[in-house]
């Protein structure tokens, strides 16, 4: 059984930081791209970044310059490290495999139930 988790995120303070972990279960992903999003009540889900199978990076404008994906192939893991939260930063974050090795914009097969990030003050 194919299982992606999500942990890290919480309750914040605007200009703080989060590490959100990625952990993959009966699943490799090194040949994936790997997608975090978020969707927050009465907004799009929003792709906030992606890694390709090789490490190449994409970020939407949104958060370029304060967040940053990476993996860990040998752990199966994939990590969004979020700095400078906003209150619009406010979400439940999931991360996805790709349909691709790169970041083709498509969700793949495999998503997990989330973890959520709340940004007040």
């Known amino acids: 059984q194919v299982k992606l988790t999500e942990s890290g995120g919480g309750s914040v303070q605007p200009g703080e930081s989060l590490t959100l972990s990625c952990a993959a279960s009966?699943?490799?992903?090194?040949?994936?791209?790997m997608i975090w999003f978020r969707e927050a009540p009465g907004k799009e889900r929003e792709e906030v970044s992606c890694i390709s199978s090789r490490g190449i990076t994409e970020y939407a404008d949104s958060v370029k310059g304060r967040f940053t994906i990476s993996r860990d192939n040998t752990k199966n893991t994939v990590t969004l490290q979020i700095s400078s939260l906003r209150p619009e930063d406010t979400g439940n974050y999931f991360c996805a495999t790709d349909e691709e090795g790169y970041c083709s914009g498509y969700l793949g097969d495999y998503w997990g139930r989330g973890t959520q990030v709340t940004v007040s003050s």
């Open positions: 009966g699943l490799r992903l090194d040949p994936f791209a």
